[in-house]
């Protein structure tokens, strides 16, 4: 798949056969914050959206055109059905996320299927001649003046899955587990910030607010209102997967 334009489409916010879109495994969210970085948006995406189901890709891409989109592609339909219901108007960074199924098949599903036909072929078959010879001018300056990866970073770097992490983390268990409001999150990678957690873990009821330190990476404190909400929010919590490797390991704060 090339980085000139997500295989996946979107309009507007909605829900799926609502709008003539049959249910299907790829979900396409739009009234993204645009000032999150790309690799942080996808991260965080992928970190929200995983609760529900195995994700093959996250994809989201720097161009204006497609700012404030991203689509999620999962393994099956019922895990994007769910997202989709769930996480309606969810405020993700500060915006109501909208979420609808996505128009067309992203390039992994169709690639997996047997009917993927690649970009050039898909979108230009009725293209002028005159229209199709300045288009690959433009196109050749482009690649000298970037170099062929014009996208670094959505294509180029590896999945957040693949990112190893440097070490083998400890899990270390209080001594004294005392049931309370604070909840302390460990093995978490090391790419996680705050605000990922804190979308995590405001969805139950509660919830103050996500404490890292910073000199510590791989550990987090999450406060709750009460120790009844705090239990609530690790039993759900407990063992969920940010990436493949970082299983979160979750118990009461030591007070």
């Known amino acids: 798949m090339s980085g000139e334009a997500p295989a996946v489409g979107g309009g507007g916010g909605g829900g799926g056969e609502a709008n003539g879109i049959p249910p299907n495994v790829t979900i396409y969210i739009n009234n993204l914050n645009e000032k999150i970085k790309l690799e942080e948006l996808k991260k965080s995406l992928n970190a929200v959206f995983s609760q529900f189901g195995k994700i093959l890709d996250v994809l989201a ?44 098949k992203s390039d992994v599903i169709a690639k997996a299927d047997g009917t993927f036909v690649p970009r050039e072929k898909r979108k230009r078959v009725d293209e002028k001649p005159e229209k199709k010879q300045k288009r ?105 997967k940010i990436t493949k490797e970082n299983q979160m390991v979750i118990t009461y704060a030591k007070k």
């Open 61 to 104: 891409f720097k161009t204006l055109k497609h700012k404030g989109q991203a689509w999620v592609v999962f393994e099956d339909v019922a895990s994007a059905t769910e997202a989709l219901k769930r996480m309606q108007d969810f405020p993700f960074y500060d915006k109501p996320m909208r979420i609808q199924y996505a128009k067309t």
């Open 136 to 240: 690959e001018q433009h196109h050749e300056a482009t690649q000298m003046g970037m170099g062929v990866n014009a996208y670094p970073g959505v294509y180029g770097a590896p999945q957040l899955t693949q990112l190893p992490i440097a070490g083998g983390q400890r899990v270390m268990m209080p001594e004294i587990i005392v049931p309370n409001n604070i909840l302390f999150v460990q093995n978490l990678p090391h790419e996680t910030t705050p605000m990922m957690l804190q979308m995590l873990f405001c969805q139950y009821p509660g919830f103050k607010e996500v404490r890292m330190v910073e000199a510590k990476p791989g550990i987090a404190f999450v406060e709750y209102g009460d120790e009844q909400q705090a239990a609530a929010a690790m039993t759900q919590l407990q063992g969920f």
